[in-house]
């Protein structure tokens, strides 16, 4: 057990120092460098040079990814180009309020997909379920500004319930968000409970058709005892997964609704140095997203191992 | 044996049946009448499509979707089943009528542990506390014979064997105290071995407890084993319901008459007589007999007039209109005998030389290091020498590496070490990648399950016209013609050309893949499990097909089997598979007569033949083996005839008992024979 885990952070470890690399080489083989990029046309003489030197961008580029991966590993990921700030700090706010964009949509989002995953499954094909399923198809494919702006022009514009838009500034603390937050976290929850309801679905269909909810019925075990015991320990494992994937998701990948509603998240700085050209940053948050990635898929696999039987026995083994 | 002489389960006129698209109503049940007393063990026996499960599970007021009841009623203990409530139903399940599943690894849930799946079927059905339960599971699993119960308690299903696993389904059922236990082939799927194991104790419980027993089965000879009374069913209707000594000794029905004449026997070195045709799809019955397509005896009424339900005066109940003429018939005769010619001076077609087989993949690090795996290897030892135009047999309980050797002679998976030599002198590479067209053309493979080797979307000449492309660069109407000629020779016929695999039956599918091999113009077919995936009417046919082949052809066969009956109706010569390892080879008749190796004699123990009085000899434990023992005799853990350390730490060496038969154990073969004759007289 002890010598699978240290494999797989030793796998995991691996992966991020490959992105590290991908990311760096790529950066690398732009034209021009970050100086060059953020200067522009006023990239000559004492200028350029001068932001060279800042940045340190003489040296060999071995020299300065082996400085640029250690530093990171202890959590100093330089300096931008923009402010002169240090990353560090601009990208751990704009963490902090991913995170908590995530914990709030996860907190609504999960534990509603898995009951109405499981409501629909149960009674599959009958009305209940053609309303969710059906809703659901719709949160997943109407495209997230539509439903930003819809919600923004009935809850704030109409009915003035919620303020449409958020103002509070990046570095505020947590509880400065409410109830600015509240309309960017329905929308994304909507997408992701969308998401994980289906796959909810699926698997519990899945389940209720195996042989052993037949042999639970056919042993006298009364209906709801079979879906609390013998169904949903079994049909909620592939969910483990999901969730994963959708953290992850909703750390990096909702940039359109952080636009919309001018939260000031990861995706958005990503998106925001990107057309600053601050090479550094942009670097910095693709390596804190695959980190992120990285994690979060190991413990999803993990949990799944704790929880199922079948796979800690395999490893249990080697 | 038991007094209370009211039927315990009633079925009345019960047809169950489902609407089509066209909103047809098809039968697949008709006009069931069937009573089982308390005590009473009774066998219902069909090939599958016959109804024989879903009759079983409408005896517990199940049905599974879209079926419902067409009309009729069954009841147990006088109560209708299926109007009972839920709560009801919840009552009577796993209480006093209780279901042994057919695969019990798929029947327990995955994620809760044995002690507590069959402490919730207590809870439910008995009257044991809390406090009681634990002591009462231990109890169960021990009256079910399984080893250490104390630490089985805490186990996962995943982690016990298949037998393990049914037994503790048998234990489930039991905590209940049933009247009567509905058995869905139970030991479908368990080797010789474990199967004889479990019957035993199935047939004990039977006689300890007074339960009554249903027991659902295709295979006769375990019907034979644990039951009094065997009811034969075909097309939805029985068709036959008798003593089982009466059913099998002299069946009033042409169809049970056909049925036990195309199971292969032990002690006949001959193939089985194959029934043709299929049994009638629901709803395709027709106003006559659905047997009339099939028998032999056919009149014309048959094919108008439905045959009622009738009593024979020997007590029997059969639906056939002939059956007294039936009646008259002498016992069936053995089939037909494989015409065997003297393959000594044949020329060798492929001789294997010491090969060893891994399936444990080396990883990243140890490909970067060079390293070997160290453990012992799946497959290891095998020599053998095969003849042109000889089928060898390849026999062993499941685990037994029988398929993977034949993996590796097609080179699927290569071989750790070992050579495999072509016609002699041609060195075959250990990889099918590296072998060049004509290598791979003259091996061909043919797998256990046509459901999974025929492609469902090709059709049935796109099927057969890629080995055409591939080995011969044909096309056009030269490969039609190909295809057609191969067609016939499998007794299918160009028309079946433009079907789609799920449009044959499953014998139909068979002889495709079996046409897909020979279009080949192979030297060496590899069989693995052909028939195991099929009826056994069919199987006495694909049998047949696969002898004719050989005659034609002259093709040499590996044929890799569990069913030791099967191997002799068709083999030259047998080799014997324990845990990877060759304990005996030799010609069928002389391993058959008098079974020399103890492997050979505890696997010939365990087969159960389809006669009343076939005793199985369990003569070793059916513990299951997870990995062969590095060191010693392979067979060490189970043997009966152990010797002592000499078998732990020596590799028995290989006894010559005559030019063909070699057994590999410690024990002299003088000895072994002499042991069996004192067991016999």
Not at chain 1, 194 to 216: F, G, K, Q, W
Not at chain 2, 307 to 328: A, D, I, M, Y
Request: with cysteine.
């Amino acid at each position: 057990m002890l010598s699978m885990l240290l494999r797989r952070l030793s796998l995991g470890f691996i992966t991020v120092a490959l992105v590290s690399i991908i990311i760096f080489t790529g950066v690398e083989f732009l034209p021009g460098d970050a100086c060059t990029a953020f200067l522009e046309r006023e990239a000559q003489g004492k200028l350029l040079e001068n932001c060279r030197r800042d940045l340190d961008l003489n040296r060999p580029a071995i020299d300065r990814y082996l400085d640029w991966a250690s530093s990171a590993m202890v959590g100093d990921l330089g300096v931008s180009v923009n402010g002169q700030q240090s990353i560090a700090e601009l990208v751990g706010n704009r963490m902090n309020n991913s995170l908590l964009l995530a914990f709030c949509a996860l907190l609504v989002g999960v534990p509603l997909a898995i009951f109405l995953g499981v409501i629909t499954a149960l009674w599959r094909d009958k009305p209940i379920d053609l309303v969710f399923s059906t809703a659901a198809i719709f949160a997943m494919t109407i495209p997230e500004f539509v439903s930003s702006t819809v919600l923004i022009l009935v809850f704030s514009a109409w009915l003035g319930w919620l303020p449409g838009i958020v103002l509070t500034s990046a570095n505020a603390s947590a509880a400065e968000f409410f109830p600015e937050i509240i309309l960017p976290v329905i929308v994304v929850a909507m997408v992701m409970t969308a998401h994980i309801l289906r796959m909810v679905r699926t698997s519990v269909i899945d389940v209720l058709a195996s042989d052993y909810v037949r042999m639970a019925t056919l042993k006298g075990v009364p209906y709801w005892q079979i879906v609390f015991q013998h169904v949903l320990p079994n049909a909620l494992l592939p969910a483990i997964n999901v969730v994963a994937l959708t953290i992850a998701w909703l750390l990096g990948g909702v940039v359109v609704i952080e636009v919309v509603f001018n939260y000031p998240g990861l995706g958005r700085m990503m998106i925001d140095s990107i057309s600053d050209r601050d090479l550094p940053v942009v670097q910095a948050i693709a390596l804190i997203l695959a980190t992120v990635y990285v994690s979060v898929n190991l413990t999803a696999d993990l949990l799944t191992m704790i929880a199922n039987p079948r796979l800690r026995t395999l490893h249990m083994r080697k | 044996m038991n007094l209370d002489n009211r039927p315990l389960i009633e079925i009345c006129d019960l047809s169950i049946g489902f609407s089509n698209e066209e909103k047809q109503v098809l039968p697949i049940l008709r006009n069931i009448d069937l009573t089982v007393r308390a005590g009473e063990t009774v066998g219902l026996v069909g090939e599958s499509g016959s109804g024989k499960s879903t009759l079983a599970l409408a005896m517990m007021g199940y049905l599974g979707n879209p079926l419902k009841v067409l009309n009729g009623s069954t009841s147990f203990r006088q109560q209708s089943t299926f109007d009972l409530s839920v709560r009801e139903l919840e009552q009577i399940r796993g209480g006093q009528l209780a279901l042994i599943p057919q695969n019990a690894g798929q029947a327990l849930t995955p994620t809760q542990r044995i002690g507590r799946q069959i402490s919730e079927a207590l809870k439910l059905h008995s009257k044991f506390t809390e406090t009681q339960r634990p002591e009462r599971v231990i109890e169960l699993l021990t009256q079910v014979r399984l080893p250490d119960p104390a630490t089985l308690v805490d186990r996962y299903p995943h982690e016990l064997s298949g037998g393990q696993q049914q037994r503790v389904a048998v234990a489930m059922a039991l905590a209940g105290e049933p009247d009567a236990l509905l058995l869905d082939e139970p030991t479908t799927g368990l080797d010789v071995t474990t199967q004889a194991h479990v019957l035993e104790l199935l047939r004990d419980l039977a006689q300890e407890t007074g339960t009554a027993m249903v027991y659902v089965s295709h295979d006769l000879g375990a019907i034979a084993r644990v039951c009094e009374r065997v009811v034969v069913m075909y097309a939805g209707e029985i068709v036959l319901d008798g003593s089982v000594r009466q059913v099998l000794l002299k069946p009033v029905h042409p169809y049970a008459r056909s049925l036990l004449a195309s199971i292969p026997k032990l002690r006949e070195a001959s193939l089985p007589a194959a029934l043709d045709g299929r049994p009638p799809a629901p709803g395709d019955v027709g106003n006559g007999c659905a047997f009339a397509a099939r028998c032999a005896m056919v009149e014309d009424r048959c094919t108008h007039e439905r045959p009622s339900l009738q009593v024979t005066k020997s007590g029997e109940r059969v639906r056939c209109h002939l059956f007294e003429k039936v009646e008259q018939l002498a016992a069936p005769g053995p089939g037909t005998a494989v015409e065997r010619s003297s393959l000594k001076q044949a020329p060798e077609v492929l001789a294997l030389d010491n090969i060893a087989i891994s399936y444990t993949s080396r990883g990243l690090l140890d490909q970067i290091l060079g390293r070997q795996p160290n453990n012992t290897p799946t497959v290891d030892d095998i020599s053998l020498v095969i003849r042109k135009g000889e089928t060898i047999g390849l026999v062993g309980e499941s685990g037994s590496g029988k398929s993977t050797i034949l993996k590796a002679i097609a080179g699927l998976i290569p071989a750790r070490h070992g050579n495999i030599t072509y016609n002699g002198n041609e060195l075959l590479k250990a990889s099918i990648d590296q072998r060049d067209k004509n290598q791979l053309r003259r091996i061909q493979l043919i797998f256990q399950n046509p459901d999974d080797s025929l492609n469902p979307r090709q059709t049935v000449a796109e099927i057969l016209a890629q080995p055409l492309r591939l080995y011969f660069g044909l096309s056009n109407q030269e490969l039609h013609d190909r295809s057609v000629e191969i067609l016939e020779r499998v007794r299918l016929g160009g028309h079946y050309l433009e079907r789609l695999p799920s449009q044959l039956s499953g014998g139909e599918k068979q002889r495709v893949a079996v046409a897909r091999a020979f279009i080949a113009e192979p030297e060496l077919v590899l069989c693995d499990e052909v028939t195991s995936a099929l009826d056994v009417s069919v199987q006495a046919a694909v049998l047949g097909l696969l002898n004719r082949l050989q005659r034609e052809f002259g093709t040499t066969y590996i044929f890799v089997s569990h069913d030791l009956a099967v191997v002799r109706a068709l083999a030259d010569r047998v080799a014997l598979l324990y845990q990877g390892r060759l304990c005996e080879i030799g010609p069928v008749a002389d391993v058959y007569s008098l079974p020399s190796h103890p492997y050979t004699e505890v696997l010939l123990g365990a087969v159960l033949e389809p006669h009343p009085d076939s005793v199985p000899v369990l003569s070793a434990d059916d513990i299951v083996e997870l990995s062969p023992m590095p060191i010693g005799c392979p067979f060490q853990r189970r043997c009966p005839r152990r010797l002592g350390e000499i078998c732990d730490t020596q590799t028995p060496p290989w006894q010559q008992v005559s030019s063909e038969h070699l057994i590999r154990c410690h024990i002299q073969h003088s000895d072994l024979q002499k042991i069996q004759t004192q067991q016999v007289s």
